[in-house]
């Protein structure tokens, strides 16, 4: 009955910095700015995945240079090591991936400690059902929508059943989790991940390879908006 459901948390629109000019990521910050809630930077180290992009440094600079929450990913091997350092550069939120970690649960309560938000991501070859249990651990659990490594490929509309089976799992549970979508979400694709279940939307091409970036923004968010509003 509608008293007891839980208040639908609102649409998190985030551009990903990877579809923008690197040498000009302030920029491209700015350029979102007021239309959009997180900014997702993806971080690739080269061996969990084949892509190399950024780490400290530039989460530093990036911090220093926007007030958007940094919401970052971690495509990382030995996440353990690293991933508190970004919660403690002032992330807010930290999503690193199972199938890099021994102790999942661990690096949740260290990244809480830290002060930002713990994320889970699973990529595409990965079930979910797996880390269903740890999920009261995390605020945000990643589920791609892609192969992890890249960006500006095509969404895999399979990957939905792994929102919905968690979307399930969550309410069930009554767990305050957002479930965000990475990879190929765009104004043809993000109502079904909507629907599904996801209220959080990285968007890398649809947005930094629009010609106005925040109303791409702006445009997505109305759509998950109507197909979430749509699906209660
Ligand atoms: C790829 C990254 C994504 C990427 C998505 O591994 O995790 O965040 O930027 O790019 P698009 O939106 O172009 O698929
Ligand atoms: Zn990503």
């Given amino acids: 009955m509608a008293q007891f459901q839980a208040a639908q948390a609102d649409t998190v629109i985030a551009p990903s910095l990877l579809a923008a000019d690197f040498a000009r990521l302030a920029e491209a910050a700015d350029a979102v700015e007021g239309a959009v809630d997180w900014l997702h930077v993806d971080v690739m180290d080269n061996h969990f995945v084949p892509n190399l992009t950024l780490g400290p440094p530039i989460v530093k600079s990036l911090k220093a240079a926007t007030d958007i929450p940094l919401d970052c990913h971690l495509m990382i091997e030995d ?21 890099a970690s021994d102790d999942p649960v661990a690096l949740a309560k260290d990244l809480r400690a830290a002060g930002s938000k713990a994320g889970l991501a699973i990529d595409r ?8 249990d740890l999920l009261p651990e995390f ?28 979307r399930t799992h969550a309410a069930a549970g009554h ?6 979508v ?8 993000i109502a079904a991940a909507a ?6 939307f990285v968007a890398g091409t649809a947005v930094y390879g629009a010609a106005d970036p925040a109303d791409a923004a702006r445009r997505l968010r109305a759509r998950a908006d109507a197909a979430r509003s749509s699906s209660l």
């Avoid at 070859?125 to 269903?132: F, G, M, N, S």
């Avoid at 990475?182 to 694709?189: K, M, N, Q, S, V």
């Fill in 125 to 132: 070859d990965t079930a979910v059902e797996d880390y269903l």
């Fill in 79 to 99: 996440p353990a090591r690293w991933a508190v350092g970004y919660a403690e550069l002032g992330a807010y939120n930290v999503t690193f991936h199972a199938e």
């Fill in 139 to 166: 605020d945000t659990l990643l589920i791609m929508t892609i192969k992890a490594g890249f960006g500006g490929q095509q969404f895999l509309p399979a990957m939905l059943d792994k929102v919905r089976a968690a």
């Fill in 175 to 180: 767990l305050e989790l957002r479930i965000e």
């Fill in 195 to 200: 629907e599904a279940g996801a209220d959080a």
């Fill in 182 to 189: 990475d990879g190929g979400i765009a104004d043809d694709t």
